[in-house]
């Protein structure tokens, strides 16, 4: 059956500054194999996304090298205040670290957040990366300068439980959560192989999220390649890949009856496009198998990193061609588009 | 010249469980030759008063040893939740330790404490220790159950401004700051005497609690006492001494213009009575010599921990007489309540 093409709100290309774990051309592969059309790329890349020339330049590298359509965030640095809004309409949003992650974009000072919520224009997408307290705090800021938040990666039963809490109270918050987090524990993954932020929960975690679908406005893969040389290391970087495995595993959820196709959609296009703007493309779909069964496994992946979480998971359901702005971009295991087919989405 | 009698929101007396430190004869002492008539004690004693009987024992103890009056506070604990609403008419109100503090009643989970907001009856003080960005969460926890909160020893620059904000939009919190956060930095203490949670600040941060008085209610002491030796040691435990010093500090502040008497007054008396619904005593004022320069000294001093931040400043300011009840419990030196004078608040 055809569904629309789907949209993902996180995800890290790599590129630049790391390209042997991913890059525009692999990133993009792995997102149309996924069914994924449009892509919106965090600015944690190595130089970070923090101003017109770094902007420009990771611009110029998804131009070149992008198969999908695609948008990229703006970190908010300390530094870069006085000059985000007036690249806000270029950029998927501005996206604020406020908690620890991958790469140098923390901001420790709540008085900064704040400056960074009040400066950025309130109809533009911001999101935060904030987990626990930081959460809570996070909303309680943009409810104090009346706008709109997103929060990523959603991951416990306390923050289900706030966000549930907030939105019921009329705040302005909306959130994503990750497959990875629906579908795993920290007891899944041994060592560096688990290591992700926000970290993997416990099953009461998990539970809390199934059971607060209604709370949750997008899923989200937080695709974020590192190699399996570097998982299987003493310092293992936080990150899954993603991008591959979230609609099988979705599929199969739908499968099992623990949400409906529509469900799915709606969080993977419809809430996505809403909460950050995002045009509908025209002669645009999936084709899915809803009865395909298959074995994820990282053998045949698109992207770079050579592993996935979901090693030897068996599914329902695959991805059989995607139609791109009136183009075949992928079909029957073979990706059709060339690096450079992607356009920016603004 | 006469003041009303003033009331410290914030003490710890130590007693039950270390007495070495503190005990309800002391502190009360230390209350009085303070200048304050009405004390609200702090739920982090030997055992902590987190139920009925602790409540009653404690109680029982300050119903013999105290030379002032009091009310005690009940501790937000993890087993407590059912049991702490019908306490609520009997104490001071209900303390929640949301970051690191001295004793055993910290709460990490936030959906705890936000059981705790919920359960605790709305026309009751409630007063967190929450610093930073916790602050922050605890603020939106008091507005997603639609609730008053005071926050305890505001002691930063981010944590007035974020105060400021919240009450500008219309939040219902109120907060005060102690003496030792408005007239020391974190540069004036060494080694384990200036150990105090919150941390002592840069000056930046004294600076800005200065400038958005109109922001803060109360002052509080957070006398917090520990013995010279135990603060000599390499564990030194957080926490200052304050009843006895706080009024001359601030009427030296007055002294040299720095905000009027009555910004003290209204901060150290009416503030205090309406937030935490404590009624007026009867015949009860403090007498104070306003041009009295004398140097500030644990020596004489009464509280058991033998030393203070501020040895050696030079002060305006000296309490002379004390009325309590009709009663003179403090003149010229002499502290004149025996044990047992003090009556509870509630």
């Known amino acids: 059956m055809r569904i629309p093409a789907l949209i993902d709100p996180h995800v890290h290309m790599r590129e630049p500054g790391a390209t042997h774990k991913e890059d525009w051309a692999s990133g993009t592969a792995a997102a149309l194999v996924g069914g994924f059309t449009q892509v919106l790329a965090m600015p944690n890349t190595d130089p970070p996304v923090v101003d017109r020339v770094s902007l420009e330049k990771a611009e110029q590298l998804a131009v070149m090298n992008a198969r999908c359509d695609f948008s990229l965030y703006l970190g908010a640095g300390p530094n870069n205040l006085a000059r985000t809004a007036e690249l806000a309409g270029k950029t998927a949003g501005l996206k604020l670290y406020l908690d620890q992650t991958y790469g140098p974009l923390r901001l420790d000072a709540m008085s900064l957040w704040q400056a960074h919520f009040r400066t950025w224009p309130k109809d533009r997408p911001l999101v935060a990366h904030a987990e626990g307290r930081t959460l809570a705090a996070a909303i309680l800021m943009a409810a104090l300068v009346d706008r709109p938040l997103h929060l990523a990666h959603v991951a416990t039963r306390e923050e289900i439980l706030l966000v549930r809490a907030a939105k019921q109270r009329g705040f302005k918050v ?53 190699t399996a040389a570097e998982k299987a290391s003493a310092e293992s970087p936080p990150g899954f890949p993603g991008l591959e495995t979230a609609l099988p595993l979705f599929l199969t959820a739908v499968h099992e009856g623990r949400l409906t196709l529509d469900d799915v959609l709606t969080r993977m296009g419809d809430n996505v496009r809403r909460i950050f703007n995002i045009p509908a493309q025209p002669e645009s779909w999936v084709k899915v198998d809803l009865d395909k069964k298959h074995t994820l496994s990282a053998q045949g992946m698109h992207t770079k990193a050579g592993w996935t979480p979901f090693e030897g998971w068996d599914v329902h359901g695959a991805v059989r061609e995607v139609m791109l702005r009136g183009k075949t971009v992928f079909r029957d295991g073979q990706v059709l588009a060339q690096p450079g087919y992607g356009q920016r989405i603004r």
């Open 174 to 226: 909306t959130c994503e959560v990750t497959p990875h987090h629906l579908f795993l524990t920290s007891e899944d993954l041994t060592g560096g192989w688990g290591e992700v932020r926000p970290r993997l929960g416990t099953q009461a975690d998990v539970d809390a999220l199934w059971a607060h679908l209604a709370v949750i406005d997008c899923f989200a893969t937080d695709h974020a390649p590192h």
